[in-house]
């Protein structure tokens, strides 16, 4: 199901391509919500010990519920994310886990799955020449070479998240010690070169999955928020309605959600062409 502020998100039919940009988060939100995160896929290689796979649902089973807990003041709820994103990282340190297994887990395609209709929502964009940015707080070796695999990979897509370094083969931290949680994907700390794709760029749609996705946009640009809302829906939806322009429950697939958005976009289009 889709519910949308039509006033608000028909705006869109005003707007020039090359004024315009995606901000994703991209587990639950590119990919299912019933689809293994990056994350989580780590521990689906048949390599790891059940020590480390039962330390991983430790964490998950722990911290989870607060992630999803909109009723948390912020400032502590950010103090929950960065623990449990800095215990993440020392568990895979602490079990040596290698490159290979993370190879392993981007390239098993049956591990992760897109919503239906993500593929082709992603070349859409590519062929309009609208940027896209993945904030993901997930795991950026996995996130690029899933994409890679499926040949979406395009060269519009630009990937801000959680990439691993590795000495000797065995992981080591993640690149330039700059871990990404939930709560802190926003686009100022992006980097200068994935900045400068869209600095002359005035509008944004923002795709996210949770409350905190909203904040991936700085307020300098004019931001339309489409939310996927799959889990705990009774309880989160009027949080969404609140937040969002847009909000899919049930697993809503972009065929759907990309017919809606085409049909905006094509009329800024004829009016480009005018």
Not at 44 to 53: G, H, L, Q, R, W
Not at 69 to 87: A, C, F, G, Q
Not at 125 to 145: L, Y
Request: glycine share 4%; aromatic share 10%; hydrophobic share 35%.
């Amino acid at each position: 199901m889709i519910i949308f502020n039509e006033d608000r998100i028909k705006e869109l039919s005003n707007i020039a391509t090359n004024d315009l940009y995606i901000l994703t988060d991209f587990d639950g939100t590119i990919t299912k919500d019933s689809s293994d995160s990056s994350w989580a896929s780590i521990f689906k290689n048949p390599n790891v010990t059940d020590e480390f796979v039962q330390e991983c649902i430790k964490l998950f089973n722990y911290y989870h519920k607060y992630e999803i807990d909109e009723s948390i003041p912020l400032e502590e709820k950010m103090l929950i994310m960065s623990e449990w994103y800095n215990k993440n990282i020392e568990t895979l340190k602490r079990f040596g886990i290698s490159e290979k297994t993370i190879n392993y887990s981007a390239d098993n395609e049956s591990i992760m799955s897109f919503r239906d209709g993500a593929k082709e929502f992603l070349k859409e964009m590519n062929d309009r020449g609208i940027p896209i940015i993945v904030i993901s707080a997930g795991v950026g070796n996995i996130i690029q070479q899933f994409l890679i695999n499926n040949g979406c990979n395009f060269p519009n897509i630009y990937i801000c998240s959680n990439f691993l370094q590795y000495e000797d083969g065995i992981i080591r931290g993640v690149r330039d010690n700059n871990l990404i949680h939930p709560l802190n994907k926003n686009e100022i700390s992006l980097p200068a070169h994935i900045q400068e794709k869209v600095s002359n760029r005035n509008n944004v749609i923002l795709l996210g999955n949770s409350i905190s996705d909203i904040n991936m946009a700085n307020d300098r640009k004019r931001t339309y928020r489409i939310g996927f809302l799959d889990e705990k829906v009774e309880d989160r939806i009027s949080a969404f309605q609140e937040h969002y322009d847009v909000v899919c429950t049930d697993n809503t697939s972009y065929y759907e959600l990309g017919k809606k958005l085409s049909e905006y976009l094509n009329r800024a289009m004829d009016r480009e062409e005018r």
